[in-house]
C-alpha cells in the first residue's frame, strides 16, 4: 500500500511569501503529525491531528504557522510571511491513533518537503 | 526541562562488529521509547518501541532496553552491515502521542 506522500519535495520561497505544504497520510490513519527537521537535529513537534480537529498545536511557534486537515484524512501546513529561519525540512507522520493509554502506536513518516527561504 | 541525549559523535565500526547507540533522558518517566532509523533525504522509519515494564526487546538483528532508573536506553545491531550505516534516533512522548526526539546518532558500518 501507498505511504505517506508529501508535497512539494523542494520549495524555494522568498522572504515574506505564503507557502502551504500538503501531506496525504496512509489511508484509515486518523493521527497526523507535523514535525519540522533542521539540520543536524532530530525531527520537532509541531502540531498533531486526531480526525478533522487539532488535538495539539502547541509547537507551532507562532501564529504565522497554521494547520489544516478539513476531511479528516489531507492535511495542509501553512505558513505566512515567511522568514528565513523557518527554512528546514517538513515531516509529515501518521499511525493509527494516537496514543490511548498503554497502546502507543508507531508513526510512519512521509520523506518530507525541504523548504528553502531565500 | 526534558531533555533527550543521543550520542553527538557519529559512531564508525567495521562490519561484523555490534553497534550500541545511547539515548538518555531527564527530568521525565516515560511509559515507552521508540527507536527510529533515518537515511539522508528520507523521513525516519520505525524500528522498535519498548514499554518501561519491559527491559529488553529484540526484533532480528536489533536489541533494545530500557533502564527506568539511570533513564537509559541502549540500541544494539549485532552482525552490522554496511547497510545499516544511517542515522538512529531515539523518541519520547512526554505528552501521550506527539514523539520528542533526540538528535540522533550517526552510524558508519565500513567493510
Known amino acids: 500500500g501507498a505511504g505517506v506522500s508529501q508535497t512539494p519535495s523542494n520549495k524555494v520561497t522568498e522572504k515574506g511569501k505564503y507557502v502551504e505544504l500538503r501531506c496525504d497520510p496512509i489511508?484509515?490513519?486518523?493521527?497526523l503529525y507535523w514535525y519540522r527537521q533542521s539540520l543536524g537535529q532530530g525531527p520537532e513537534f509541531l502540531i498533531y491531528?486526531?480526525?478533522?480537529?487539532?488535538?495539539?498545536d502547541s509547537g507551532l511557534p507562532n501564529d504565522r504557522f497554521f494547520a489544516v486537515r478539513p476531511e479528516g484524512s489531507v492535511s495542509t501546513l501553512k505558513i505566512q510571511r515567511t522568514e528565513r529561519g523557518d527554512s528546514a525540512v517538513y515531516l509529515c507522520?501518521?499511525?493509527?491513533?494516537?496514543?490511548?493509554?498503554?497502546?502507543?502506536?508507531?508513526?510512519?513518516f512521509g520523506p518530507g518537503t525541504r523548504l528553502t527561504v531565500t | 526541562s526534558q531533555k533527550i541525549e543521543q550520542n553527538s559523535e557519529a559512531l564508525n565500526i567495521q562490519e561484523g562488529k555490534t553497534a550500541t547507540l545511547t539515548c538518555n533522558y531527564t527530568?521525565?518517566?516515560?511509559?515507552?521509547l521508540q527507536w527510529y532509523r533515518q537515511d539522508p533525504g528520507r523521513g525516519p522509519v520505525f524500528l522498535l518501541l519498548?514499554?518501561?515494564?519491559?527491559k529488553e526487546k529484540r526484533k532480528e538483528r536489533l536489541k533494545v532496553t530500557f533502564d527506568t532508573t539511570l533513564k537509559q536506553s541502549l540500541f544494539h545491531i549485532t552482525a552490522s552491515q554496511p547497510a545499516d550505516s544511517a542515522t538512529y534516533l531515539c523518541?519520547?512522548?512526554?505528552?501521550?502521542?506527539?514523539?520528542?526526539f533526540g538528535k540522533g546518532t550517526s552510524l558508519l558500518v565500513t567493510p
Open positions: 507522520a501518521s499511525s493509527q491513533a494516537g496514543t490511548s493509554g498503554s497502546k502507543p502506536y508507531e508513526q510512519y
Open positions: 489511508s484509515g490513519h486518523t493521527a
Open positions: 491531528f486526531q480526525g478533522t480537529g487539532a488535538a495539539d
Open positions: 527530568n521525565y518517566s516515560p511509559a515507552y
Open positions: 519498548i514499554r518501561e515494564n519491559e
Open positions: 523518541a519520547l512522548s512526554f505528552s501521550g502521542y506527539a514523539l520528542n
